[in-house]
């Protein structure tokens, strides 16, 4: 096995992750927690991967610096349960040409185009493998996208789960709140 597994150790993570398996809270409540929390996984997952570009804009007057995110790279969000959209939907203020998509397990046949610059981040509350492995054939191997183009995001997953993609999907990066050990 020979993952990249970033575990978010980040107290304000930690803290939302743990904030949102406790069910006594409101609905409002709980949104904002797994909209935080997904903006906050989601800044972890990407940070690293995004391109940005210095800029330096000289008039007579004056000399302004500003820092764009690269306009030719494009980010996919794929997720299966409509429940959590709340989690990242926030991120598409930020992220240009950013692109959510729901997708089924069962879902015939999944359509992207290859795009070198594109960026695929696939979100789950709990690791669910099957789904994983499905929308990771249907990338890599259907539609050729690259194992450093796709990320996984997940608050929890089972060290089972990591060996079972580890066999497979060797340099795959995946970023978790937590790893339970089953």
């Not at 980010?75 to 429940?83: G, S």
């Not at 450093?148 to 060996?163: D, G, H, K, M």
Request: proline share 2%; aromatic share 10%.
């Amino acid at each position: 096995m020979k993952l990249n597994i970033h575990l978010l150790s980040h107290p304000i993570i930690q803290s939302l992750s743990s904030m949102t398996n406790n069910s006594s809270h409101s609905y409002n409540i709980m949104n904002q927690y797994f909209k935080y929390l997904g903006f906050f996984i989601i800044y972890e997952t990407i940070r690293t991967w995004a391109k940005i570009h210095k800029l330096t804009v000289k008039t007579t007057k004056e000399k302004k610096d500003s820092i764009i995110m690269d306009p030719k790279e494009s980010y996919t969000i794929i997720f299966n349960n409509l429940n959590y959209v709340n989690m990242f939907q926030e991120i598409q203020s930020i992220l240009p040409r950013l692109n959510l998509k729901l997708i089924e397990q069962d879902a015939q046949q999944l359509k992207f185009s290859q795009d070198t610059r594109q960026k695929i981040l696939i979100v789950h509350y709990q690791m669910d493998i099957s789904y994983i492995k499905y929308i990771l054939n249907n990338l890599h191997n259907i539609h050729n996208f690259k194992l450093e183009q796709i990320r996984i995001a997940c608050v929890e997953c089972q060290t089972s789960q990591l060996i079972q993609l580890g066999e497979t999907y060797s340099n795959l990066t995946i970023y978790t709140t937590k790893i339970i050990d089953k």
